[in-house]
């Protein structure tokens, strides 16, 4: 069965950085297209970033230019470098394998940011 943990959220001051991890049991992650998601209070799950198989990489545009997506497939992780953190950014930040379509894609369970002013 394929688990995603995430780690690295934690309460950092705006203009500070994090690094989330997010580590994915079994043996698909290399041929996978990984993402991040985040998802604050009142509003709905959005898409951060995500990165395939091959490093191509995509941003939504709240984030171009301070957050970098990337991956270590001996490591079966994928990060999230997060600079020039704003307030606007705390969220539970979720990590996401996108499978074939038609299969339920896998989450982790989240892990917090929180970004105080």
């Known amino acids: 069965q394929v688990q995603l943990v995430e780690s690295g959220g934690d309460l950092v001051q705006a203009g500070g950085s994090l690094r989330l991890a997010c580590v994915v049991s079994?043996?698909?992650?290399?041929?996978?297209?990984m993402a991040w998601y985040r998802q604050a209070p009142g509003k709905q799950r959005e898409l951060v970033a995500g990165?395939?198989?091959?490093?191509?990489?995509n941003y939504a545009d709240s984030v171009k230019g301070r957050f970098t997506i990337s991956r270590d497939n001996a490591k079966n992780t994928v990060y999230l470098q997060m600079n020039s953190l704003k307030p606007e950014d705390t969220a539970v930040y979720y990590c996401?394998?996108?499978?074939?379509?038609?299969?339920?894609?896998?989450w982790g369970q989240g892990t917090q940011v929180t970004v105080s002013s």
């Open positions: 079994g043996s698909i992650f290399s041929i996978s297209t």
């Open positions: 996401k394998l996108n499978r074939r379509p038609g299969l339920t894609d896998y």
């Open positions: 990165i395939s198989r091959d490093g191509y990489t």
